[in-house]
């Protein structure tokens, strides 16, 4: 597309309208023009923005077809945006509450919070700075943790249940949780746990936090996790969590093809009340034999990166 | 019939501009398009934005080295792009989104390819700077 030479036109077509006498006949042309892009805009839109990784389905793929029942207490399987790849894609922040400025959007911080939050300095979000100032710790490929890697750059899950774990295989730089569902507790002080299974190792502050799960009800399956290394980021909009992080994740089984996670913050320290950061996230389920594309964070690449773009874009 | 073609023509223009400046950054100065012409001297297929230079020659025969970015991989093969998209040597026709400090980089919106297929980046819906994989 020759976006140059395309403004130019709309530039001398702009100049010659004040010359043309205005008849009602191209006032209603230029209407029904304009009725007619913006009726096309959120498909042209939709069309851009939309990636499909190869081999993978999306509800779009299926319009009018109703999915079968949910199976009992069942949530494996390959998953992907039920809307399509780009839908994880969240620059600006947590789905349901990006960092946009909306009054609707600001956070619940403490002072402590916002004294975190005024520390971090993002690429992204409404107190985003150039990239060369930044210190988001994802760059230099240190860990993205959780739960940002669901609340940042997100993209196929794996989930594995087995006897007494809840497995979540995430692509962005292959890596796995476990969530526990053999009926032990969350440790009140993960720094000092007063740990129960005598074979386990006692949890200390992680990236990826420690994780135990239950089913509320046959389709519904609920994980708490604490244990947090303060290191990491909420999200790509710098929101910070303190030692004292909790997160409640919700997975809902819908149906056959269908299930709807939620992450719910909770953290006393930096927030005065829990905040939703997706809400029921749709995913849909994806053919066994799909290869998840592999998505690593690679040191060297990032540094050539950075020399040869990051740094003179941002002088 | 030619009025109201104009016409389509213009709307659709400023809504594409429109469509394409919602993912903001900081570097890039948004909305603004520049078409070049210039050679292949690296495709950095990488994490975590690919990496095209190529080199543009001005009418005194003078070259700038142009460094356009894209997405990372996987944010790319799905609209076909592939390690194996250019070659050097390749002759290229880059149309980009420039940095607005005058410093010859921007992000790629599409390249017209030697052999006259054209490679179209997507939406531009991931952040530079590292920040992204």
């Known amino acids: 597309m020759k976006y140059v030479e395309a403004d130019l036109k709309v530039r001398l077509y702009t100049v010659r309208l004040y010359k043309v006498r205005l008849d009602s006949r191209a006032i209603i042309t230029a209407i029904a023009a304009m009725a007619i892009v913006t009726l096309l805009a959120p498909a042209i839109s939709g069309q851009q923005g939309f990636r499909r990784t190869p081999g993978a389905v999306y509800d779009r793929d299926f319009p009018g077809k109703k999915s079968g029942p949910a199976p009992r207490r069942d949530i494996s399987g390959i998953w992907e945006f039920a809307?399509?790849?780009?839908?994880?894609?969240?620059?600006?922040?947590?789905?349901?509450?990006?960092?946009?400025?909306?009054?609707?959007?600001?956070?619940?911080?403490?002072?402590?919070?916002?004294?975190?939050?005024?520390?971090?300095?993002?690429?992204?979000?409404?107190?985003?700075?150039?990239?060369?100032?930044?210190?988001?710790?994802?760059?230099?490929?240190?860990?993205?943790?959780?739960?940002?890697?669901?609340?940042?750059?997100?993209h196929h899950e794996q989930i594995i249940q087995t006897t007494t774990q809840v497995v979540i295989l995430y692509q962005f730089n292959k890596k796995w949780r476990s969530i526990w569902t053999d009926g032990r507790k969350l440790p009140s002080n993960p720094e000092v746990p007063a740990w129960e299974i005598k074979d386990s190792p006692p949890p200390e502050a992680r990236f990826w936090g420690y994780s135990v799960g239950r089913w509320v009800d046959d389709y519904t399956f609920v994980a708490d996790s604490n244990g947090f290394d303060d290191r990491t980021w909420l999200d790509n909009a710098g929101r910070p969590h303190s030692d004292a992080l909790h997160i409640i994740e919700t997975y809902h089984r819908v149906d056959a093809d269908h299930l709807e996670k939620t992450i719910t913050i909770d953290d006393p320290k930096y927030y005065t009340r829990p905040w939703v950061a997706l809400d029921k996230m749709p995913y849909r389920l994806q053919s066994a034999s799909l290869e998840i594309p592999e998505q690593e964070c690679v040191p060297s690449e990032t540094a050539k990166y950075n020399q040869l773009f990051a740094s003179p874009a941002a002088k | 019939m030619r009025r109201m073609l104009v016409t389509l023509a213009s709307c659709v223009v400023l809504l594409s501009s429109a469509l394409a400046a919602h993912h903001a950054t900081a570097v890039f100065d948004l909305g603004k398009r520049l078409t070049l012409t210039g050679t292949v001297t690296e495709w950095f297929w990488a994490n975590p934005h690919c990496l095209l230079r190529f080199d543009v020659k001005n009418d005194n025969g003078e070259t700038t080295h142009w460094v356009a970015e894209t997405q990372a991989p996987p944010n790319m093969t799905p609209f076909g792009w592939s390690k194996q998209s250019f070659a050097v040597g390749d002759q290229i026709k880059v149309t980009l989104e420039p940095v607005k400090n005058g410093q010859p980089l921007g992000r790629i919106l599409q390249v017209l390819l030697p052999d006259g297929k054209t490679l179209v980046a997507g939406a531009p819906a991931i952040p530079a700077g590292g920040a992204q994989q």
């Not at chain 1, 994880?88 to 400025?101: E, F, L, T, V, Y």
């Not at chain 1, 004294?115 to 490929?141: E, Y």
């Open chain 1, 83 to 154: 809307n399509g790849g780009a839908e994880g894609i969240q620059a600006d922040g947590a789905k349901a509450i990006p960092s946009d400025g909306k009054p609707e959007h600001e956070l619940p911080f403490t002072p402590e919070g916002r004294k975190a939050f005024t520390a971090n300095k993002p690429t992204f979000g409404f107190t985003q700075v150039p990239s060369a100032l930044t210190n988001d710790p994802m760059p230099g490929c240190d860990p993205q943790g959780f739960p940002r890697i669901v609340l940042h750059n997100a």
